[in-house]
C-alpha cells in the first residue's frame, strides 16, 4: 500500500488505477478526484485515500455511470447508491433491447442481400401461387447482385413482411389479369387505357426498385425475349408478351424516350 504521507505521482497513480494520465487531469480539472499533497519540490501527489477515490470512480464509470453521477455517489451523503444503479441497469437493459433490435435489422439486411425475399420456399409458393418457382428467386442474385438495383430490392425486402408481399403479389396479378382483359379487347398500344396499365406496372414495379421508363423499356424486352417470362405472360393470354412490350414501347415514345436505344438506366 501506498503511505499517506509518501503519495505517487500522477503516473503512478493512473497505473495503479488502470486509466490513463489524461484521464486523471481531467478528473482533477472537474474536481472529481485531485492529489491531497504536494512535494518540497513542488509536485502534487496522490495519497492512499486518494487512490481508494480513484478505485471508486473506475469502479462506477466500468458500471456505466456518468461522471455527474459518480460524483453525486460520492460526495453526496443523501444519495442511494442502490436506487442509481438500478436506474443505470434499467437504462442498460433498454440499451440492450436497442442493440438486440439493431442485430436483428442487420441480419435481415444481410439475408435480403444474399437471397432477396425472405419468405421461405413454401410460403413463397403460398405467397406468389403454386407456379412461383423459389429457386429462380434465388438465383437472381447471381443476374443482378452486383447492381444498385440489386441493393435497393434487397433493403425493401429486409423490412417487408408476408402481408406485404402478399399485398404486392396481389395487385401484380391483378394487373395481369387487366393486361389479359385489355389484349382480349384489342386495347391498341398508345391509347390512354394502354398507357395507364403501363403506369400501372411501373407504379407496382417500383415497389421493388425505382424504375425508370428506360428501365420499364428493358423489362418489356425481357419479357417478349427471354423464354421464361414469356412462357408465363402468354400462359396468362396467347401474345401476351409481345403486345406488352409494344404497349410499353409506345408509352416510352410517348415521354420522349425511344424503345430502340433505351437502356438501362
Known amino acids: 500500500m501506498v503511505s499517506r504521507e509518501a503519495g505517487v505521482t500522477v503516473g503512478a497513480a493512473a497505473e495503479l488505477v488502470g486509466v490513463t494520465v489524461r484521464t486523471l487531469h481531467h478528473w482533477d480539472e472537474i474536481g472529481l478526484a485531485s492529489p491531497s499533497v504536494r512535494t518540497t519540490a513542488g509536485y502534487r501527489q496522490y495519497t492512499e485515500a486518494d487512490l481508494q477515490r480513484l478505485h471508486r470512480i473506475v469502479a462506477y464509470r466500468e458500471a456505466?455511470?456518468?461522471l455527474d453521477a459518480v460524483r453525486e455517489v460520492l460526495d453526496d451523503a443523501t444519495a442511494e447508491i442502490g436506487a442509481t444503479?438500478?436506474?443505470q441497469r434499467?437504462?442498460?437493459?433498454?440499451?440492450i433491447h436497442d442493440l438486440q433490435q439493431l442485430d436483428d435489422r442487420l441480419e435481415r439486411m444481410i439475408q435480403a442481400h444474399e437471397r432477396g425475399i425472405l419468405?421461405?420456399?413454401?410460403?413463397?409458393s403460398e405467397t406468389f401461387g403454386a407456379e412461383w418457382d423459389a429457386r429462380r428467386s434465388r438465383g437472381a442474385r447471381a443476374v443482378w447482385g452486383d447492381s444498385p438495383q440489386w441493393a435497393q430490392f434487397a433493403e425493401r425486402s429486409a423490412s417487408r413482411t408476408r402481408e406485404q408481399w402478399q399485398a404486392l403479389s396481389a395487385?401484380?396479378?391483378?394487373?395481369?389479369r387487366d393486361l389479359?382483359?385489355?389484349?382480349?379487347?384489342?386495347?391498341?398500344?398508345?391509347s390512354p387505357e394502354a398507357n395507364a396499365l403501363v403506369e400501372r406496372h411501373r407504379e407496382i414495379f417500383s415497389n421493388f426498385f425505382p424504375l425508370t421508363r428506360q428501365m420499364q423499356v428493358c423489362l418489356g424486352r425481357m419479357f417478349e425475349s427471354d423464354p421464361g417470362f414469356a412462357t408465363y405472360y402468354d400462359g396468362i393470354r396467347a401474345g401476351?408478351?409481345?403486345w406488352f412490350r409494344q404497349i410499353i414501347d409506345e408509352s416510352a415514345r410517348a415521354h420522349g424516350i425511344d424503345p430502340d436505344t433505351a437502356t438501362w438506366r
Open 90 to 95: 434499467a437504462q442498460l437493459a433498454e440499451r
Open 85 to 87: 444503479l438500478r436506474e
Open 119 to 124: 419468405l421461405s420456399d413454401e410460403a413463397q
Open 64 to 66: 456505466g455511470l456518468g
Open 180 to 190: 389479359g382483359d385489355a389484349l382480349d379487347r384489342c386495347v391498341i398500344p398508345g
Open 240 to 242: 401476351l408478351a409481345s
Open 171 to 176: 395487385a401484380m396479378t391483378a394487373l395481369q
